[in-house]
């Protein structure tokens, strides 16, 4: 069965450190992976998308970054943080457009 | 672009009450649409989806949904909520005819059910 895995669950960073989030997916081959951020009481904000493995797409101009180093791993990163990157983040895989997404559990970040 | 409008931010029943969650979306193309839930403490997860056929499908635990092309809209309903329900609910949209994928949510609704 298909699995992802997210991770760390939370993290808290100084301003001005770097990122690295990652994300990884089993049991399934070429998905469509997204990172998503989620506010308190909005909906979910796609951050990037990718189709294969090095094709990155970016929705919203910001302090972060991604990559697809894998097939099935994704990372989203920043060289350095700001307090505005704080947030819910979440990563979520899709084979097709229909298919509906599968999400991880999601990593709290919170900058100070 | 796409944008999805959940009419209620928080709606709370008494359980055995009928739910009716609003959901309007604005694309101009063919559409999947989607209902998501997330159950305190838990995951997002899929709860429900439509991307052709019959535009009443139903999903996991009673729930189902009605897409009525000429309204934009895709409610999802219940005709008897438990206390179990309580959760927040998302509204989801995609294109089809594309191979990304990437789905447009709503701000979401949180439903409270009272025992």
């Known amino acids: 069965s298909q699995t992802i895995h997210q991770w760390p669950a939370t993290l808290v960073q100084p301003v001005g450190s770097p990122l690295s989030l990652e994300c990884t997916v089993e049991?399934?081959?070429?998905?469509?992976l997204y990172w998503y951020r989620q506010a308190a009481g909005r909906g979910l904000q796609l951050l990037f998308y990718?189709?294969?493995?090095?094709?990155i797409s970016s929705e919203v101009p910001q302090n972060l970054s991604a990559s697809r180093p894998q097939d099935r791993q994704f990372i989203l990163s920043s060289k350095k943080l700001l307090l505005s990157d704080s947030g819910f983040y979440l990563c979520?895989?899709?084979?097709?457009?229909?298919?509906?997404?599968?999400f991880g559990s999601g990593t709290r970040l919170t900058v100070v | 672009a796409q944008s999805v409008s959940q009419h209620n931010h928080h709606v709370i029943l008494s359980e055995a009450a009928s739910l009716e969650l609003g959901c309007n979306y604005s694309?101009?193309?063919?559409?999947?649409l989607f209902w998501y839930v997330q159950y305190p403490g838990q995951h997002l997860q899929l709860l429900l989806k439509?991307?052709?056929?019959?535009?009443l499908v139903k999903g996991i635990k009673g729930f189902e949904a009605e897409f009525i092309k000429s309204k934009f809209s895709f409610n999802l309903r219940k005709p008897s909520v438990q206390w179990s329900d309580t959760a927040e609910y998302f509204c989801?949209?995609?294109?089809?005819?594309?191979?990304?994928?990437?789905?447009?949510f709503g701000d979401g609704t949180t439903l409270t059910v009272k025992p």
């Open positions: 979520a895989w899709s084979l097709q457009a229909g298919y509906g997404y599968t």
């Open positions: 049991g399934t081959s070429n998905p469509n």
């Open positions: 990718s189709v294969g493995i090095g094709q």
């Open positions: 694309y101009g193309g063919t559409v999947n």
């Open positions: 439509y991307f052709s056929g019959d535009p």
């Open positions: 989801a949209v995609n294109a089809q005819n594309t191979n990304a994928g990437k789905s447009t």
